[in-house]
């Protein structure tokens, strides 16, 4: 079972659907992150949770809703979304969070969101 | 507030050549944390390396190597014979003993061709 999984893969929506992004990870970690990677832009941090709680919540607009419902399991809940949106959507976990003892974040291979 | 970057936006190399990524950073803190992932086309963020801090040995993994400068605030990758394999775009990145944040920089896309 590889580390960091993503599902789906690839995702085209349109601007009125409602969807979820899912992260899992096997690796025991307790800390799971969600980037943003759009066109020729920084990776951008979205949301950081540890040990299921929020943690760090970086402007996002509302229409990106995380849930952690355990340590394990991440999603990103969709609604309402701009073509804007479109991007690469990655998952991470860290053993704890990323300050501290600098564990590193481990990467799962994104979905590519196309809103259409 | 923490910072990376990495100048060079796109390299282009024939196979066999050797290749170095820059990496500059900035930081107040004393304790900090830097890393170099490869992102291939696939699209996941490959772990390559962590070093703390305290730590300015060079490392070397098969034709990896990395050079960690504090005094120029630098943490360069250097690639020696480039495959056409190592073709992708690959991010440093930075966190703070006293964050919860892994700051990457831009990226820089290496091509090696044939």
């Known amino acids: 079972e590889t580390g960091v999984t993503q599902t789906p893969r690839h995702l085209v929506m349109g601007m009125t659907n409602k969807k979820s992004l899912k992260c899992e990870q096997h690796?025991?970690?307790?800390?799971m992150y969600w980037y943003k990677q759009s066109a020729k832009k920084p990776l951008e941090l979205m949301f950081v949770y540890s040990l299921e709680e929020r943690v760090e919540n970086n402007s996002v607009p509302s229409r990106f809703s995380p849930e952690c419902p355990n340590s394990s399991h991440l999603f990103l809940h969709l609604h309402t979304l701009q073509p804007e949106d479109s991007a690469l959507y990655l998952c991470?976990?860290?053993?704890?969070?990323?300050?501290?003892?600098?564990?590193?974040?481990?990467f799962g291979p994104g979905t590519r969101l196309t809103v259409l | 507030a923490q910072k990376v970057t990495q100048a060079q936006t796109e390299i282009s190399v024939v196979e066999k050549e050797d290749v170095t990524l820059d990496c500059v950073y900035e930081?107040?803190?004393?304790?900090?944390?830097l890393f170099w992932y490869k992102q291939p086309p696939s699209g996941e963020l490959v772990f390559l390396i962590r070093?703390?801090?305290?730590?300015?040995q060079n490392e070397i993994s098969g034709r990896y190597s990395w050079n960690f400068q504090k005094s120029t605030s630098s943490f360069n990758f250097t690639i020696t014979a480039s495959q056409v394999v190592d073709s992708a775009v690959y991010f440093c990145a930075l966190s703070e003993a006293r964050g919860n944040k892994l700051v990457f920089g831009a990226g820089t896309i290496l091509r090696v061709k044939s």
């Open positions: 070093r703390n801090s305290f730590d300015e």
């Open positions: 991470a976990s860290s053993q704890n969070l990323a300050g501290g003892q600098g564990d590193t974040q481990y």
């Open positions: 690796l025991g970690h307790n800390a």
């Open positions: 930081t107040r803190d004393t304790t900090y944390y």
